[in-house]
Structure formats: structure tokens, C-alpha cells
């Protein structure tokens, strides 16, 4: 089914955060710890608007068509367990945060062995309304860009508004549709201790987006349709890697400025 409509889209200040668990213990030990313990320092975090966590798959090689000159298959040692995504209620609440953030610091080596952050300016986060009345997720993925050397961040950021969201909106199997551009990484905004924040030049991203699909079969169905590899036509000046994780859950602790008693998925 394809529509013309332009979404509605809400607009954010939202930072991501891209987690690699630690190794000397199983996988699945860690996302438990990033799914109970470390989410309650993070929730009781002032002047959150949302706080999500998506668990993505062990299993990841990189669900984006294979492409001339993009770099699809996700590289084993730098495979994302996981990505916080925090998105505050204003420019000034990062500051309100900042001494619940000092725990978060402390926690970190706890169960994890990477953590890097991304964030963009106001508004530079984007939720976009494609489900109908009533209409769930039941499966998604993360997709993360990284945009070749030599295309300006402006070009890019307009690629993404103006002809990769339309595109994806105009295919009517997406249940949620988000997207972040980030400002240049800077390790400094997020130099927590004992834990490593290594991200060379040609392993940094831009931008990701959030796909959300009816279930499993639906998103199998998008990734194996001719919708991705004409996409991948239109990127190819643009981009240098596209890396398109399957996610597990999507667990939120905080909506709409509220803390839940427990997440929902």
C-alpha cells in the first residue's frame, strides 16, 4: 500500500546512546542489569520527556541490503547490544540531570564495556505518525547512517527530511517512524569512567532511524522488498555504511514525563 500523505511528525531534543555490554560475563546477565538496576538510575533522571531502552538482537549481521560502495554488514567487533534513547523535555533538563547522571557514570562499569553518546540540537529528533487508530508495534528495527566523507551535514539532514522519511512513510507498513541527525561525536560530552568510549573517525555515525513493523513477517517482508535497495540507489552518493540492526524489545520507563511503575514493551 502506498500513501502520499505526509505524516505528522512531533519534534525533540533527544540523546542516543549506543551500549556494548561487558564480555567476562554472559550477554544476557548484562542486558538484565541494563534492564533493571541501571534503569531505575536512569529513570529518577529530572525533566526526562521519555526514557527508552532497545535491546537489540544477539544475532545482527546487518539486515540492509548488501550495496556497491556501502558498508551494510555490520563488523562483529563493533555489533551494538543495545541504545538508550533519552529524550529530555527541554533544552535546559540535561542540566537538571546532571547529578543523577554522576550515578549513571558509576554504574556503567557495572555492565558495560563501551558506551558512546550521540546527541543533536533541539527539534533534531523526529517522531513521526504513521500507525492508524489503535495500531500496534510488534516488531522494529534500528538503522544507523554514516555519511560519507565530503557530503556536508546539511545536505545529508535534508536527504533525510525530505526524500528518505517521505519514502519510507509512503510504503504504509510502518507502525513508528523516528529519526535522529547527530552533531559531530565528541567524546568529552560522555568521558564516564573505566569504560570504553573508542570511536574512530570511519566508525562514527550521523544519523539512525526507529522502524516499527505490525510483527516479524512484516518486517522481514519490508527488508526482502524492492523498498531498501531503491533506497540504497538514492543514498549511495550520500552515505558510507548503513547498519540495520533487528531489535529484540523496546522497553520505556518514562512517557510523557512520567515514570512508569514498570516498563512497557
Do not use: C
Amino acid at each position: 500500500m502506498m500513501t502520499t500523505a505526509k505524516p505528522g511528525v512531533k519534534k525533540h531534543l533527544t540523546s542516543s546512546i549506543p551500549l556494548w555490554v561487558r564480555t567476562d560475563q554472559p550477554r544476557q546477565t548484562g542486558m538484565d542489569y541494563w534492564k533493571g538496576p541501571h534503569s531505575k538510575i536512569i529513570s529518577a533522571t529530572p525533566g526526562l520527556e521519555e526514557y527508552r531502552q532497545i535491546h537489540l538482537a544477539e544475532d545482527n549481521p546487518g539486515r540492509w541490503p548488501a550495496t556497491n560502495g556501502i558498508e551494510t554488514s555490520i563488523p562483529v567487533d563493533r555489533k551494538i547490544d543495545g541504545v538508550a534513547e533519552v529524550t529530555f523535555r527541554s533544552a535546559l533538563s540535561p542540566l537538571l540531570g546532571r547529578k543523577q547522571t554522576q550515578l549513571a557514570y558509576k554504574d556503567e562499569i557495572n555492565v558495560f564495556r563501551r558506551t558512546l553518546l550521540y546527541t543533536g540540537p533541539p527539534n533534531s529528533s523526529r517522531w513521526y505518525d504513521v500507525a492508524g487508530a489503535g495500531e500496534a508495534v510488534g516488531a522494529r528495527a534500528m538503522v544507523y547512517l554514516r555519511r560519507r566523507d565530503g557530503v556536508g551535514a546539511g545536505e545529508f539532514r535534508r536527504f533525510i527530511k525530505e526524500q528518505l522519511v517521505p519514502a519510507l512513510a509512503a510504503t504504509g507498513v510502518l507502525k513508528e517512524l523516528r529519526t535522529q541527525t547527530f552533531l559531530p561525536w565528541i567524546e568529552k560530552l560522555w568521558d564516564t569512567p573505566n569504560v570504553a568510549h573508542d570511536n574512530p573517525h570511519d566508525q562514527q555515525f550521523h544519523a539512525s532511524l526507529i522502524l516499527g513493523f505490525t510483527d516479524t513477517a512484516a518486517r522481514d517482508a519490508f527488508f526482502t522488498s524492492n523498498v531498501p535497495a531503491e533506497l540504497s540507489n538514492q543514498l549511495a552518493p550520500l552515505a558510507a555504511a548503513i547498519h540495520a540492526y533487528d531489535v529484540d524489545a523496546a522497553l520505556t520507563y518514562v512517557k510523557n514525563g512520567t515514570v512508569l511503575p514498570h516498563y512497557e514493551q
